[in-house]
């Protein structure tokens, strides 16, 4: 069940991602202005950011294999509308609606957590975090590959092929699980609010993850764009294979979410904000040749990808030993907050390349692991005793 939810997560999450590396040939093919060309990514993470907020909560509400079901038939129409449109509006429309229904994930990894024993709890989120975050790296390569090899209609045909067969398949596999919360909808959401103002633990992992996952979104949003142009000069095939070289992050969830299971939560987190920073430091400090920088660029990707890797999951952890009977509530609130991070990163970062170049990009990057190691200094294992 576990690689299930491992590969389901990844598959899912997937179609937030894909347009990522595409957002040169969809915004040529759509006629979006250069400095919107963020917008492609953005209206995506807004459309999951509200799903996160209106539709993961029913998560403690309603049967979740059929919830489930139904967020994947209607991420699968959505990519089906996107690949058929050259209209740029009809396009964000679309993308927005792709983000609403791929909510799903987040509806899978807390009925993983309930499915698990406590003690192992966080291992068992690493490794579908892990799934997730393969998902999420993958996509950026795979769909270059097909785009370079047809088009970047093809990537939306095929993912929502996909999509419908992994709906039909969960359904078919996963067991039914009713949640007793006793409240009805608009209760529900009402009682989020509250969540969020008592407790403390989700507040502050999310306000570490926006600033780690701003600067992941910023990066992957426009990293394209420099590997593309006049200095790097890559094609699409060439993307795809610096971005596969990024899954190499990935090998930081399961490391992460076993540390969290030890009690090493402070340590993971500062070594996560530590590797986001020295990630953006690396090409702003280093600049030799073509040669050089590219491969440099490849060690930032994987560098911020094991940052945002160990901090997502050890946040997760984090929030899932809270009571069940909320989690897909905190779940909800803790990715929607953190998505918001994601939207400012993607959207600043397609601005900043307009506006500024590759060297504003990297300083924006900077600045978000930045302002994440101020916030965890304020955290009171390290205020009050130095740990770290």
Request: net charge positive.
């Amino acid at each position: 069940m576990v690689w299930l939810f491992a590969v389901a997560t990844g598959l899912i999450v997937a179609n937030l991602y894909y347009a990522q590396t595409l957002v040169g040939p969809i915004s040529r093919a759509t006629g979006l202005d250069p400095g919107a060309a963020g917008l492609i990514v953005t209206l995506t993470q807004i459309g999951y950011c509200l799903g996160l907020l209106f539709i993961a909560p029913l998560g403690d509400l309603v049967e979740n294999r059929r919830l489930i079901f139904i967020a994947l038939l209607t991420s699968a129409m959505a990519l089906l509308a996107a690949s058929a449109t050259s209209n740029p509006n009809l396009f964000l429309l679309a993308a927005f609606c792709i983000g609403l229904g791929t909510v799903a994930a987040q509806i899978v990894v807390p009925f993983a957590a309930h499915m698990s024993r406590p003690e192992t709890r966080g291992k068992t989120v690493g490794k579908v975090m892990s799934g997730l975050l393969m998902g999420i790296m993958l996509a950026r390569p795979v769909a270059s590959l097909i785009a370079d090899a047809l088009n970047w209609h093809a990537v939306f045909v095929i993912s929502a092929i996909t999509t419908t067969a992994l709906a039909f398949l969960l359904r078919a596999k996963l067991p039914q699980r009713h949640p007793n919360s006793g409240l009805h909808y608009f209760q529900l959401l009402g009682s989020m609010w509250h969540l969020l103002k008592t407790t403390p633990i989700l507040r502050r992992r999310a306000a570490y993850h926006a600033c780690m996952f701003g600067a992941f979104s910023l990066f992957w949003t426009s990293v394209s764009l420099e590997l593309t142009g006049p200095y790097f000069h890559l094609s699409q095939t060439g993307v795809a294979i610096f971005a596969l070289v990024g899954v190499a992050g990935a090998i930081a969830s399961p490391i992460a979410g076993h540390r969290a299971d030890q009690g090493k939560s402070l340590s993971t987190t500062f070594i996560a904000f530590a590797l986001g920073m020295t990630a953006f430091a690396l090409p702003l400090l280093i600049h030799v040749d073509r040669i050089v920088d590219l491969g440099v660029l490849v060690l930032t990707s994987i560098l911020l990808d094991m940052g945002v890797s160990a901090n997502l999951v050890t946040g997760q952890r984090a929030i899932f030993a809270l009571p069940a009977e909320i989690r897909a509530r905190l779940n909800g609130l803790y990715m929607a907050l953190f998505f918001m991070g994601g939207a400012l990163g993607s959207s600043l970062g397609g601005w900043m390349f307009a506006a500024h170049g590759w060297q504003g990009v990297l300083l924006a990057g900077l600045v978000f692991p930045l302002v994440a190691l101020c916030i965890f200094a304020t955290e009171p294992g390290v205020r009050t005793r130095g740990q770290v």
